[in-house]
């Protein structure tokens, strides 16, 4: 498995942005795919975003569509999140995920196909 450490998480204002990372350490990145996802108190984990590491194919939840950006920095084995636009409704605990992938030509978004987990940053946005 992968070891992943989020940071970056914090208050803003609605409007305002927050970029996450996350680090991770143990393997080699190229074999997956690797996702943030979020969630949000008495809500299920659900995609936030997600990249191919191979192939850098990018998938997005449509509610985030045109405000975040995921990315990678192969040298530092780094993803992040760039969030702009924020909204209340983005308020959740975001967490970093890796898992094998199948293509590189498939990026899922697919929480089961995922099988390591950091522990989460939490992201509040304030109307």
């Known amino acids: 498995q992968v070891q992943l450490v989020e940071s970056g998480g914090g208050l803003v204002q609605a409007g305002g942005s927050l970029r996450l990372s996350c680090v991770a350490s143990?393997?080699?990145?190229?074999?997956?795919?690797m996702g943030w996802f979020r969630q949000a108190p008495g809500k299920e984990r659900d995609v936030v975003a997600a990249i191919n590491w191979s192939s850098g194919i990018t998938i997005y939840a449509d509610s985030v569509k045109g405000r975040f950006t995921i990315s990678r920095d192969n040298a530092k084995n780094t993803m992040y999140l760039q969030m702009n636009s924020l909204k209340p409704e983005d308020t959740a605990v975001y967490i970093c995920?890796?898992?094998?992938?199948?293509?590189?030509?498939?990026?899922?978004?697919?929480?089961?196909?995922?099988?390591?987990w950091g522990q989460g940053t939490q992201v509040t946005v304030s109307s």
């Open positions: 995920a890796a898992g094998p992938r199948t293509s590189d030509y498939y990026t899922s978004g697919r929480s089961r196909t995922y099988d390591s």
């Open positions: 143990g393997r080699t990145l190229s074999p997956y795919n």
